[in-house]
C-alpha cells in the first residue's frame, strides 16, 4: 500500500482501515469541509483528530495604553479535565477584581540562517556586507510577501560559523514560512555577492520549537505581560486561599522550585493554557514549548495579592496555518480577533493569552497553597460537575 | 451570561453564540459522541476543534533486544502543511535502509512537593522519615491505585525548604493525576508523623511541563533512543543530499547553533512531530514542552550517515486523559498500542515516537542540508501535493 | 632564547628580563623557599606572585552533627579593596547572632571519560560491563593511589557515545590528578576487555572548571549547607539594616534577577569569598568557577533574618597541589586544617568555606540593601581604613 | 583580640599567631612594600600569599587588523604542576604553525540596578524617564570619572521590577568600582525625578561574577575571537596527535559532552589559562568565573586542523585593583600592557589572553586525544621536568 496513491481523505483513510485491520470510524465522523485541509494544512489526511472544546469566562482585560476594558471568553481546547474549570475560576477572581492589565511588545517573527565564513577575516565580511546592505535586504523581504518587513538583523561568530538572526514584522501571521523563504532569498543574496555559503537556513539561532535562553532574553515573536491585584475578600471566597500563602507557595515553588531544577519557565503553569489556547485557534501547537517559558511574579500588598506574568516569546497569528480552519476560525471570532487587520488582531490576541494565563496560574496557586489540587484532579477527571 | 447553567453541549454553544454574535456551526459540526468528553476531559464544553489528521509511513521499527522489526504508518494531526509529508519522506529513507532501532527505559511520572523544613536540623529529620519509611509510603501509593508503584524518591534541600521526587510506574497510564494524587497522601502522613507541612504537592522540582535540566539529565516518564543509518544512494535518491552534508548542517545547527543561543533541545524539530503525535494520540499536548529537549547526534560512515536522537522525557500514556476519545483511540489502535497492557502499550508507544521524531529530523536535517526547506514550505502551504 | 634551557628561578627570570628589556625585580623579591615549588606546581617558574593576604573573624561556626562551636579567622588573599571589611562585617554579624550552622556530604571527586560504544548495542554492552565489574574497577582504583577509593559509577549515552561518571573518595586531597590516573588505567581495562575505545579520559560530564548544571544538580567534591539567623538589633547595629530590606534584596537580586539573567548562581558574591580562600590556601583558583554555583535563601522571622547558601560544589583539599606550599600550608593552619586527616579536614574546611560565604553574603546584601555598596568601595579603594 | 586594633601587617600577624598558636612566618617572608596593599588592595592585612609564577612561550600572535605580528610570553601564577607545561607546548605548536589571529570588541563594564516600579503603568513611566533622560545619564557618569563614558542602557521589566543595565567604556580599568559609583548616582538621579526607588544598585541583571546566559548572549568587559590552523606535521611532532583525533575529541568533549551536562562552557580547560593569567596580573580572580564561559570549534582542513575559541566576557584592566601591586604590574610590562593607553592596553591585554586559552586548549585536547593527559600530570605533579 502506497498512501500518496489514494486521492480522497475517505479513501486514504478506508486503505488504512484495510491495511491495518483497525476501524478509523469516528476520525471520519466529521461534517465540516476537508478540502481546504487536505491541500494547505495536512498531507496524507486520513480525517480529524477531535479535542473537546471548552470556554473559560468572562475575562475582564485591559491594555495599560487604552483603559477601556473588554470581557473575554477564553476557547480552551483540552483533554486534561478540571483544566477549564480550573482557568474560569481564575477568569472569576480576576474579574470581579478589577481585571487584568495587559502590555504587549512585538520582536517578531525570526530566523537565523548559519554561514560559512571560514576564519575571522570571513567574520568581519559577512558583517560589513550585511550592514551596508541592509536597505537590499529589506527589499528582497518586501519583494517575497507584501505582509512582511525586515525590522533587525543581528549576528554572532564562533569559529568559522556565523549566525545571522533576521527578525521580522508579518503582522497577523505568526509569519514562520513567509520569514523562511525571505532569508532564503536573502541567503542567495548574500552567497551572490560575497561567496560566502549559507550552510543551512535554520541554524538554531532563531530559535524555533525549542527552550532556549537567547529567546527568554531577546523575545520572540510577541512579549506579553499581564498583571492583576486580587482583592482579600476574593481570594478568600472565590480562591479559598490568602494571599501569603499564595506568595509562599509561588516563592517555594516558581521560583525556589525553578532555579534548583535547571528550569528555564519560573512559573507554575503557563504551557497548560498557552497550549490549549494554541490548539483551539489554529496556531502551531509545536510553539507551545517557546510559549511556556514566562515568568511569574507574586507580591504581598497588604492581605490582597499582586500576581503577574511575563511572556517573552509568543509566536502566534490571527491568519494563515491552521487559523482559516472551520473550527480554529470560530475560536479566533469568538475573541474578535480572527483575520487580518495589520497586526493588530494578533497583538491583541497575544495579550488575551497573557490574560488567560494569568488566571490559570492564578487558580493553580491557589489551589496548591490549599492542597486542593489532586482533590479538583480526582472529582473532575472521573466525570464531577465543576 | 453564566455559562455553568446549561447543561449540554450544545446549549453552552448557543449561548455562547447568542451572546457573542459569533456563529460557531463547525465547532457543533461533529457526529462523535461527547457524553464523556464533556463529563472527563473538558469542562463548559461546547463542541470539538478539528485538526486534519495525516499519517506517515510506513516505518519499518526494531527494538535493539527483539530484532523482530514492526511496520507502522504514524498518526499526526496537524495544522502545518509539510509535516507529515517530511516525517513521510524520513519514514521512505530509514525503512529502506533497513529500518529505525529503538531502545527505552522508564523513568516514570515524578511528582516533587516542596516541605517547610525550617532549618538544616529540619532537613535531616524529613530525610530520615523518608528513608526510614519508604515501606509506607510504597503502601500508601498502592493503596491509592492499583496501577501505581512507587519506585524512587530522591530530595533536594535548600534553606527552609527541601523537594523530594517521588518517582512511579504508573504502567499504561502518562500518570500525573494518580501521582498527584497518591502524592497528596503522602504528604498529609508525612505531616502527620513529623510536623513538617507541605507548601505545595508541586514544587516545580517534578518538573512539570516546564523546560529544566534536571530532567534532562535524571529523564522523567519513559527515555528513548533511536537510530538509523541511511545508505549512500538513499540519501541521494530519496533525500537528495549526501551524508557530508546532513553531518555539516547538524554540526552548524543542532549542536553549534543550539550551544550558542543558550538552547536545552541539541536537535532540529523534535517538537513538531512530538505535537503531532500527542494531539493525534490524545496526550497531554503540554507535555511537548517537555519531549522537545532531546538530542541529535550525526556521524559520517563512509558514504552513509549513522544518525540518532536521545529522548529523556516522554510523558505518555495509551489509558487514561484523552486517550479513551473516540478519535484519539483510533489513532492509538492504528499503532496497536491503544489500551493497557502492564506498561508494554506505553514503552512502545514512546518507543515508535523515537522512531517518527529520527524520520522527521532526518528528513527536515536533509531539507536544510539543501537548501529546500523553503520551497516544500512554499508549495505545500499553498496547496500543492506531496 | 629557549626557557627551558635555565635551570634555576633566578635564571630564567634574568633571562626573561633581559629578552624583554622588563624589570621583574619584585617577583624575585621572596625570602620563601622555591625548590618544592618549580618542580611540583610550576613549570618555567621565574618567581612568586605575591597576593595580599587579610584575615576576617572571628566567625563562630557549628556543625549540625556536633553543637560545639569552634572560633575561625579566615585567611583571604585578594586584591580587591573592601572584600576582607566585608566578610569581616559579616563575621561580626553572625558570631553576635549565635553563629553559623553548617553541614556537609560529599560526593566525591569526579572524572567522565567519554566512549565511542558505536551504537546501541555497543551502549548495552559497555554498561553491562560497568555493572558487572564494578569490583575489578574499584580495585584498579584502590591500586592506583591508597588515598582513593572509588564510590560510584553513573552513566548516560548519546547516540555512538557513552559519557561514564566515575566518583571517587579521595579523602583530604582534592584528589583530580588521582581520579585522572585512576581513570586512564580503568579506560585501558575497559578497552581491553570489551574493545570499547576510550575518546577522552574527559569527557565534560565531570564537569571540571565548567559552570554546568549537572554539578548544581548533582553535586561535586564536597556540598556545603550553612545557615543563620540574624538579631533585628544586630542587623541594626553592625549592618545598618532590616530584616525586610534584605529580604527585598535578596528576592529582587538573587533570584528574580538570576532567574532573568538566565544564571546558575542565585547568589551574591559567592565567587569573591571562594576565590580568595581558594588563593589563600592553595586550592586550584580555576575551581571557583564551579564554587560560584550556590544559591541563597533569605526568609524574614519576625524582625530577624534567616539566611543560608548552599554550595552544591567544593572541589578542595588540605593535601596535595598548592596545599604544601609555604604560604598556603601556613593558612590552613590557621583554620586548623593542614595536612590529611582521613578525609576531615578537607570537609571541616569545606564548612568553613560554607560559613565564610554566608558571612560574605550576608554582609553584601546588607550594603546593598542600604545603598552603601559604592561608598565602601570608594572609600576602601582609595586608600581609606575600615 | 580584635584584629582591626593592630595598625601594621606584621603587629597583626603576630596577634594571630600568638592568639591561635600558629606560625605564618612564610606569609610574613617578602621583601616587597606592602604599604600601598595594605590601605588599597586588602584590610587587615597579615601579609602576602605567594604563587609560584611561570611563563610559557613565546606565543606568535596578530590581530586581524594590524597584521604586524608579535611575540609573548606569558606569566602564569599556578600551583597545578604541568599547567605551564600545557600551554607553553601549545604556544611552540602554534607559533612554529604561523601564530595565532585574534579579534575583540568591547562591550564594557555593566552594572545593573534593580528598580521597583510597582506595576506595568511604572515599568512604562521609568522606561521613558531613561529614554528622554540619555544625556543628563551620559553626564552624571562623565562627572563621577574622567575614565568613564555611558555607552549603553539596556532593561527589562518583570512584575513590579525593571532591571537597568548600564555599560561603560572604562578604558584601561576593569571599572566595576566605577561603574558601581556612577550608577549609584544615577539611581540618585532618578529617584529624585521619578520617585521610583533602586531596590538595590546590582540587581544580578550585570552579571557579576557569576555564570550566566545574558553574559554570554550579550557579552561583557571585552569579547575575544582566537584562532589557529595547525599544520599536520606540527600536530606530528609537537602534539603526538593528528587532526582528525583533535576533532573526535572536540566534539564529543567540549560539544556533545557539554550540551548533555548541561554546561555554559563548550571548552576544554579555559578556566585554567584564564585563572593563572588573572591571577599573575592583578585582576578579580573571582571574574574567573564569567571568563570561563567560552565557546571552541576545531575543523579539519585536509590533515590540518582550524581551532579557534570565542570569549564572550573578560572582565580585564591594566590599571586599577590589584594591577598596581608590585608583582602584578611587573607581569602586565613583560606583556607590555601596563598602565593606561586609552583603552588600548586592556583590549591588547584581552587580546593576548585569547591567544593564551587557544594554546592550552589545543594542547590540552592534543594530550586527551593521545592519552597522555594522566601521565603528565603524574610525571610533573611529583617533581619531573617538562
Keep these: 500500500m502506497n498512501i ?25 465522523q466529521s461534517l465540516i469541509d476537508d478540502t481546504v485541509a487536505q491541500t494547505r494544512n495536512c498531507e496524507n489526511m486520513i480525517g480529524f483528530t477531535q479535542v473537546p472544546l471548552g470556554v473559560a469566562g468572562p475575562l475582564k482585560l485591559s491594555t ?6 473588554t470581557m473575554y471568553y477564553l476557547p480552551l481546547a483540552t483533554t486534561e479535565g478540571a483544566l477549564v474549570a480550573s482557568v474560569a475560576r481564575g477568569c472569576k477572581a480576576i474579574t470581579q477584581s478589577g481585571g487584568v492589565f495587559v502590555d504587549s511588545h512585538r520582536i517578531g517573527a525570526t530566523r537565523a540562517p548559519v554561514f560559512y565564513v571560514g576564519n575571522l577575516e570571513g567574520q568581519k565580511r559577512l558583517q560589513d556586507f550585511l550592514d551596508t546592505h541592509r ?37 497577523d501571521a505568526m509569519g514562520m514560512n513567509m520569514a523562511t523563504i525571505a532569508v532564503t532569498q536573502m541567503c542567495e543574496y548574500v552567497g551572490k555577492h560575497t561567496g560566502i555559503r549559507c550552510i543551512s537556513v535554520s541554524g538554531n539561532y532563531c530559535v524555533d520549537k525549542k527552550p532556549s535562553w537567547l529567546n527568554v532574553i531577546d523575545g520572540r515573536g510577541i512579549q506579553v505581560w499581564a498583571e492583576a491585584v486580587i482583592k482579600k475578600n476574593i481570594l478568600h471566597t472565590v480562591l479559598k486561599t490568602s494571599a501569603q500563602k499564595i506568595f509562599d507557595t509561588w516563592l517555594a515553588k516558581c521560583m ?41 511574579t507574586a507580591e504581598v500588598h497588604g492581605e490582597d495579592i499582586y500576581i503577574s506574568v511575563s511572556l517573552p516569546d509568543l509566536m502566534v497569528g490571527t491568519v494563515g496555518g491552521g487559523t482559516g480552519l472551520p ?13 487580518g487587520d495589520h497586526g493588530k488582531n494578533s497583538q491583541k490576541f497575544a495579550e488575551i493569552i497573557g490574560g488567560a494565563v494569568l488566571a490559570g496560574k492564578l487558580s493553580l496557586l491557589s489551589s496548591l497553597s490549599e492542597g486542593t489540587l489532586a482533590r479538583a484532579h480526582a472529582r473532575l477527571a472521573r466525570g464531577g460537575k465543576t
Excluded: C, P
Aim: glycine fraction near 10%.
Design 64 to 69: 495599560i495604553n487604552n483603559q477601556q476594558s
Design 327 to 339: 473550527t480554529q476560525r470560530e475560536a479566533l471570532s469568538l475573541l474578535g480577533v480572527a483575520g
Design 4 to 28: 500518496r496513491n489514494y486521492k480522497t481523505t475517505q479513501e486514504r483513510r478506508k486503505a488504512i482501515e484495510k491495511n491495518f485491520t483497525v476501524d478509523l470510524k469516528n476520525i471520519g
Design 256 to 296: 525556589m522550585g525553578s532555579a534548583v531544577a535547571g528550569s528555564m519557565a519560573f512559573n507554575a503553569q503557563i504551557a497548560n493554557i498557552v497550549a490549549a489556547l494554541f490548539l483551539a485557534t489554529g496556531q502551531d501547537v509545536a510553539h507551545t514549548v517557546e510559549g511556556s517559558m514566562g515568568t511569574t
Design 135 to 171: 536597505q537590499e535586504l529589506k527589499e528582497i523581504a518586501r519583494q517575497s510577501s507584501g505582509h512582511l518587513t525586515l525590522t533587525d538583523v543581528t549576528s554572532r561568530g564562533v569559529g568559522t560559523y556565523r549566525y545571522v538572526r533576521f527578525a521580522f514584522d508579518t503582522q
